[in-house]
């Protein structure tokens, strides 16, 4: 493969749901649960790259969609797996929506590793 690009769980700790429906009759369901312990999170997360690891050329590039929650323990682990040489740079994705949070600074970004 030439390209991998991962856009995987962010390890929030929360259950997301879908709303399904119109008008008064909206059913809401779990889409999936982001609740793994982080060594669990981290040991997945080795896995799925160093399958994709084997997976690429030697000219391929792996795109990773992360967050604050794991960005650097994954871009460390990124950096074991593949060389830190091998790192072209980081892409940081900014976006509008979210509000305005009183309680923390606003999330407006994502990073693409």
Known sequence: MQLVYLDPPFGTGDTFHSKVGTGH????????????????YLA?????????RELLTP???LYLHIDYRMSA???LMLDELFGAQNFMNEIV??????????????????TIL
């Not at 909206?26 to 669990?40: C, G, H, N, R, W």
């Open 44 to 52: 997945w997360m080795r896995s799925i790259l160093s399958g994709a």
């Open 93 to 110: 994705w900014c976006y509008k929506s979210g509000g305005r949070a009183t309680r923390y600074f606003p999330r407006k970004h994502d």
């Open 73 to 75: 323990k994954l871009r």
């Open 59 to 61: 000219s391929g590039s």
């Open 25 to 40: 009759t909206k059913l809401t369901l779990p889409v999936y649960a982001d609740d793994m312990e982080e060594a669990d």
